[in-house]
């Protein structure tokens, strides 16, 4: 059984940093994709950035330049680092990892900036 724990949402102001985590616990983990999604009220979840596991990664246009996705393999932990906020980048923000084929999800973390 896969779990992922994640932390670093809160309430920041515009301009503002923050920095996500999603930890990784359960055997054997073989970890192919990892990913932090969001999803706004009223709004369909949405990609916002991935790592594959040979370290290509991809960002959405409404983020690129001001988030950085990183992860520590020895901690089976992905980051994604979130500097320059607005307050369109309000949401929940969930990660996933894809072990094998089987996608897994964080609780999601709320992470709300003020203008």
């Known amino acids: 059984q896969v779990q992922l724990v994640e932390s670093g949402g809160g309430l920041v102001q515009a301009g503002g940093s923050l920095r996500l985590s999603c930890a990784a616990s359960?055997?054997?983990?073989?970890?192919?994709?990892r990913a932090w999604y969001r999803q706004a009220p009223g709004k369909q979840r949405e990609l916002v950035a991935s790592?594959?596991?040979?370290?290509?990664?991809y960002y959405a246009d409404s983020v690129k330049g001001r988030f950085t996705i990183s992860r520590d393999n020895a901690k089976n932990t992905v980051y994604l680092q979130m500097h320059s906020l607005k307050p369109e980048d309000t949401a929940v923000y969930y990660c996933?990892?894809?072990?094998?084929?089987?996608?897994?999800w964080g609780q999601g973390t709320q992470v709300t900036v003020s203008s």
């Open positions: 996933k990892i894809v072990v094998g084929i089987s996608p897994y």
């Open positions: 790592i594959l596991s040979g370290g290509n990664t």
């Open positions: 359960g055997s054997s983990l073989s970890i192919n994709n």
